[in-house]
């Protein structure tokens, strides 16, 4: 064959990859990371074309325009400083309570047949009721907003708990009971460090339906907070400003679950991904 012959594939040699521009583009496009940019763009832009069409849907830019004008105005941070601080105190409860009742159900038959049917009617329940209902409870009142994202968030820390208890292996349980383990020891020692992965994912759900409780809670019954700052506009009949709040309140829990939950639980779960690698 002639030097001037195209070169011979070798038997079983892959073909080359086209590395060209348009190939890399496309690579880069259906990412995980491009198709998430591709996703808000195309967002950005179905909500610009919306407020093209509708006088009483403001566009991002007006929205943009809004809340640069508030944060000038110096009110964003006061208001969500008084709604983190209910937020994370009605979470805390509900890690607490959440845990207990998942451990007492999920180890003890009797404690599940007591509180398995009140947890499932805890899940059923929206979290607009318990903001309506804690409002008619206490009124305007910090309690209201903070009893809200218990009560919204506790059902499903607690189903999940009693799930990962569920799941722990009964032959390790029968035999820290042969070998005379002390309930409390066996809870520290083998269920907990069990349920953990349970634990996380209860609470993450419940902080992001807790955070819409909040939200809820302050709506009704509150004179501050993020909730009340979004029902002042509303009221106003200023669009600009309802859709701007509603926009900080669904990005902050968005940026939250991925620079804090989502990296969290990475770092702590770490250690089964380094043993499957084994």
Excluded: C
């Excluded at 009971?177 to 460090?193: D, I, M, Y």
């Excluded at 809820?216 to 506009?233: I, N, Q």
């Excluded at 939250?256 to 380094?274: A, E, G, H, K, Y």
């Amino acid at each position: 064959m002639s030097t001037g012959a195209a070169a011979r594939i070798e038997p079983g040699a892959r073909p080359r990859r086209d590395t060209g521009l348009p190939r890399r583009l496309l690579d880069a496009v259906l990412s995980n990371t491009g198709a998430r940019i591709t996703s808000y763009l195309v967002f950005v832009l179905g909500w610009q074309i919306l407020g093209g069409l509708y006088e009483r849907v403001p566009g991002p830019v007006e929205v943009v325009q809004f809340l640069a004008d508030e944060i000038g105005r110096g009110g964003v941070w006061d208001a969500f400083q008084v709604t983190l601080e209910r937020f994370f105190a009605g979470v805390a409860i509900a890690f607490v309570a959440g845990v207990v009742i998942g451990l007492l159900m999920g180890m003890w038959p009797l404690a599940r047949a007591l509180l398995k049917d009140t947890t499932m009617v805890g899940l059923a329940i929206p979290a607009i009721i318990w903001a309506l209902l804690t409002a008619l409870w206490f009124g305007f009142s910090w309690k209201a907003p903070v009893l809200t994202v218990a009560l919204t968030a506790t059902p499903f820390v607690a189903i999940n708990v009693t799930q990962g208890v569920q799941g722990t292996p009964r032959d390790l349980i029968r035999m820290s009971k042969a070998f005379g383990v002390s309930t409390h020891r066996r809870v520290r020692e083998l269920v907990l460090p069990f349920i953990m992965d349970y634990v996380f994912t209860g609470l993450r759900f419940g902080i992001i339906l807790g955070w819409n409780g909040v939200l809820l809670s302050e709506w009704f019954a509150s004179t501050e907070g993020v909730g009340w700052r979004t029902r002042y506009w509303y009221d106003a009949n200023n669009f600009d400003g309802f859709v701007a709040w509603i926009f900080l309140f669904v990005a902050f829990i968005v940026v939250f679950d991925r620079l804090v939950l989502s990296p969290i639980q990475r770092r702590v779960f770490r250690w089964r991904t380094t043993v499957a690698m084994r």
